[in-house]
């Protein structure tokens, strides 16, 4: 881990030993960001990007192994078709400006979605970006792109279904592990930590199976104003919580 840039007295907070393997942001209040300064939504969006900047680098010095980053939805196909346009302009612009830096800070780029929903441009710039950072094994930047959850769990029933009828796999053979592999996440640790930006208290459709045992961290701050204290102190707070997974007090102490 390299600490020596990161200038923060909350960092002595931080049991360095302790850090979640696996963190996913719900990043949320671009919008509400430009409402309040009086802006476009577009400029919003595009301030998001310097939180993204931020919050990958520290999460990379901190050793985290696998950052997951909700960055279009299902559901935000819905939205006017100018901002859609916006939104891909802006990934294009992220991966074209941060792919070298991905790469010499040994990290790898991953997405997770129905890629194949995104405009045919975009589907080559991520396809790139992916063979680009093959090799990097420091940390996994995992984009959510026209992701949901719940379509993401029926693609894999609809796979598994197809290998039963094949005869490739028996009903009795389906547990948890194998489920896990239809999904989209099955190359990524378990999911430690989930932060939503905002103030908003939902889900929101995301890694929806995944989050079975994750502790969920919510604040008000807009997704903009995201700095890398505020990342800190979600930190701090998942490692003043005991992880029983169904188990008690008692049970974890003698574990």
């Not at 989209?184 to 378990?190: A, Q």
Request: hydrophobic fraction near 40%.
């Amino acid at each position: 881990m390299d600490l020596t840039s990161i200038d923060s007295p909350l960092l002595e907070k931080i049991d360095l030993a302790q850090i979640p393997q696996h963190i996913a942001i719900i990043m949320d209040g671009n919008g509400r960001w430009a409402k309040k300064n009086f802006l476009p939504r577009i400029q919003g969006h595009w301030q998001g990007v310097k939180s993204v900047d931020r919050i990958v680098s520290l999460s990379r010095k901190l050793g985290i192994q696998a950052l997951t980053l909700y960055s279009f939805s299902d559901e935000n196909w819905n939205r006017p078709p100018v901002e859609i346009n916006a939104l891909m302009k802006i990934l294009d612009h992220y991966l074209s400006k941060e792919l070298d830096r991905m790469k010499s800070e040994n990290i790898r780029f991953n997405t997770i979605g129905q890629v194949e929903e995104l405009p045919e441009e975009i589907q080559k710039i991520l396809t790139h970006a992916i063979e680009f950072t093959k090799n990097c094994n420091g940390m996994i930047l995992t984009l959510a792109l026209s992701y949901g959850g719940r379509q993401e769990i029926l693609n894999a029933v609809r796979q598994i279904a197809v290998k039963v009828v094949s005869g490739e796999l028996r009903i009795d053979d389906i547990n948890y592990s194998v489920f896990e592999n239809y999904l989209h996440t099955n190359t990524l640790p378990d999911l430690d930590l989930l932060i939503r930006t905002s103030g908003e208290m939902r889900i929101s459709n995301f890694l929806l199976y995944q989050i079975a045992y994750t502790e969920l961290y919510y604040t008000k701050v807009l997704w903009p104003e995201f700095k890398e204290d505020d990342l800190l102190h979600a930190i701090i707070d998942f490692q003043g919580r005991e992880r029983r997974f169904g188990m008690t007090h008692e049970q974890i102490l003698k574990s």
